[in-house]
């Protein structure tokens, strides 16, 4: 499977206090669990003022500032060279590579899938083409932000399918905006190996 991804780290993380890129998914940051699956490449969608360069992997800026997560997606569909695109939005701790690896599986060669759990889609982990980036250029350019109108636009072009998941992968598609959000057994991972985190996270974790 030809395909990229992105990690979606541009949040200002305030109520978190920290940038959330570090944020533990089995005791390391979930750009690594991306990177074991395979891509072609990998991209950080992060903020200028942050240092990602521990990653080893570009940093993309927005071309439409202060546009959220559609502009970080849109950036990553204009750079990449590989047909398809993972994203992942960064504050997902519960996400498994069995669940993203079952994603790219069920991906045409030049459509990707968008989770759906019941009534509601997964947007901002989910698989989208290359051929997709004129539709959010468009919609930016018009000033519709909503990630989700993106991705039900990607499906009235049949860029993607909304691929139903089962209820016990729920859980994989839970946020993490503050240190009490972080489940006990996910703190213990990162307390453990918390000396090679930014000291913000580190006094993070030590409220959760």
Not at 21 to 33: C, D, F, R, T, Y
Not at 55 to 74: N, Q
Request: aromatic share 6%; proline share 7%; charged share 20%.
């Amino acid at each position: 499977m030809n395909f990229s991804a992105v990690i979606l780290a541009g949040g200002r993380s305030s109520r978190m206090g920290c940038d959330k890129a570090w944020l533990p998914v089995g005791g390391q940051p979930l750009l690594e669990l991306a990177r074991e699956l395979g891509p072609a490449e990998i991209f950080i969608s992060g903020r200028g003022d942050t240092d990602y360069g521990s990653f080893g992997c570009p940093v993309l800026g927005d071309r439409f500032p202060d546009a959220g997560p559609l502009a970080g997606i849109e950036r990553a569909l204009h750079e990449t060279s590989a047909a398809l695109v993972l994203v992942l939005a960064v504050d997902m701790p519960q996400m498994t590579s069995r669940l993203l690896q079952r994603m790219l599986a069920e991906c045409a060669a030049d459509s990707g899938v968008v989770p759906r759990v019941g009534q509601h889609i997964e947007p901002l982990a989910a698989v989208y083409p290359k051929a997709a980036q004129p539709i959010a250029a468009d919609l930016l350019g018009r000033g519709l932000r909503a990630v989700r109108t993106f991705a039900e636009k990607c499906k009235q072009s049949r860029m993607v399918a909304f691929r139903d998941m089962e209820a016990g992968e729920l859980r994989c598609f839970a946020n993490w905006n503050a240190p009490d959000d972080l489940p006990s057994r996910l703190a213990a991972d990162a307390h453990a190996s918390q000396a090679h985190r930014p000291e913000c996270l580190r006094a993070a974790l030590a409220r959760a």
